[in-house]
């Protein structure tokens, strides 16, 4: 039997699953269809008996197979349903709400970890498709549902779900649709595996070093919550910790405290809008405030010798406001960023200091790893609970000490 389509390069059970799923797509088999003995499918998909065996297992628990003693046929229940194109066989749908922003530079992290994961779905044979959140209808969603794609990936999903993505995510999980979803804060999702940087990791890790080398004030620069200035950006709506937040709150203290440090309050900065190009007035603005904000506090609680700012983009505005009080930035007060993505800041035309140390998310492992999981879900099939694995952070250094000293 021949479905005339490439192999995607999956596990073996997974090449079992995919190999039926596409050969009723491409009519080879019809509902209601025998299927081969387990040894003429060992024979034709070149695998094992134990993994054809388990492969059979998970596509009846998933109702695509029933059996009748030793013969297994296709449900009769994909009679009145289309058929499945083999191009959405071989599909990963995406959802994101910020793969694609009006400014390339303000969501780059997030496009770096979908670039890598299409990058190795299209080396495995596979393809993806992505989808914007506030576009899925309740009709979108069935629809995908049918055509059965490869597994879905959730991507920034940080709203609480509409009725239309609520019916994908449970028509999904009914259909035996693998769950995937990057970083821990998508609200209602049960049953997804979960591929997320390890913040608290990171930002102890950037704090101890830093107190390594011998700074002792350490104070966090941190942006006004964008939907609402009154609460702290680092706690969601319900008052209680997010994960980003979470992770520089509770390491941040612990590793002061471990060096025996009183840790410093933080001091927040007004979130700007970053989905367009900034000017120079833009810059200019963000100087000002990091200006008054540093002077204001050292004024009231005296010099600090670090700060740790929210991100990489930030950096620029306080080295420039470092001059404005007489101090040489990574010298007098040293500058640590978050994310690794200095390099592609849009403030870095107007000021050009590098932050001293930063922090790496490695996109390029999480984007692998989404789609690794994905497929190792897939041959899982419905078995198990679902995963949180973290990846672990690098310290990276964009300039040396000797060259800012």
């Not at 008052?239 to 520089?248: D, F, K, R, V």
């Not at 007098?332 to 690794?340: C, E, K, Q, R, S």
């Not at 200091?353 to 390029?364: E, F, I, Q, S, W």
């Amino acid at each position: 039997m021949k479905t005339g389509e490439q192999t995607i390069s999956l596990p073996p059970r997974a090449r079992v699953i995919h190999y039926l799923r596409q050969a009723l797509a491409a009519g080879v088999f019809a509902p209601g269809d025998q299927l081969p003995s387990e040894q003429e499918l060992c024979r034709q998909v070149r695998v094992s008996r134990t993994t054809v065996r388990a492969a059979l297992q998970t596509l009846e628990a998933e109702h695509f197979l029933n059996s009748e003693g030793r013969r297994r046929f296709i449900s009769a229940a994909h009679a009145g349903s289309p058929r499945k194109s083999t191009l959405f066989t071989e599909t990963v749908a995406v959802l994101d709400d910020e793969i694609y922003p009006e400014d390339e530079a303000s969501c780059w992290g997030e496009w770096e970890v979908f670039y890598h994961l299409n990058r190795e779905a299209v080396r495995r044979n596979c393809h993806t498709f992505s989808f914007k959140t506030g576009d899925f209808t309740p009709a979108k969603a069935e629809h995908l549902v049918r055509e059965h794609p490869l597994g879905l990936i959730l991507l920034h999903q940080n709203r609480t779900p509409s009725e239309a993505i609520r019916r994908l995510l449970d028509g999904c999980r009914s259909a035996g649709i693998p769950l995937v979803r990057y970083e821990s804060d998508t609200p209602e999702c049960p049953g997804a595996d979960v591929i997320a940087s390890d913040h608290r990791q990171g930002c102890a890790e950037l704090t101890r070093w830093l107190i390594g080398q011998g700074k002792r004030r350490i104070l966090r620069y941190w942006r006004l919550n964008s939907l609402d200035p009154a609460r702290p950006s680092w706690l969601d709506a319900d008052g209680n910790l997010n994960e980003e937040g979470a992770a520089w709150y509770h390491e941040l203290f612990r590793a002061s405290r471990e060096a025996g440090l009183e840790p410093l309050p933080a001091v927040e900065y007004t979130y700007y809008d970053q989905d367009r190009t900034p000017t120079r007035r833009d810059f200019d603005c963000r100087v000002y405030e990091a200006t008054g904000r540093l002077y204001e506090y050292q004024a009231l609680h005296g010099r600090v010798d670090a700060v740790v700012c929210a991100s990489d983009g930030v950096t620029f505005s306080v080295a420039a406001a470092c001059r404005k009080l007489g101090l040489k930035p990574n010298r007098d007060l040293w500058i640590a960023g978050y994310d690794n993505n200095y390099y592609n800041c849009p403030d870095r035309m107007f000021e050009e200091t590098l932050p001293l140390v930063t922090a790496d998310k490695n996109n390029r492992r999480l984007g692998l790893a989404l789609f690794e999981q994905l497929l190792r879900r897939r041959e899982r099939g419905g078995d198990g609970k679902a995963e949180r694995l973290l990846l672990p952070q690098e310290l990276v250094f964009p300039r040396s000490l000797q060259q800012e000293v």
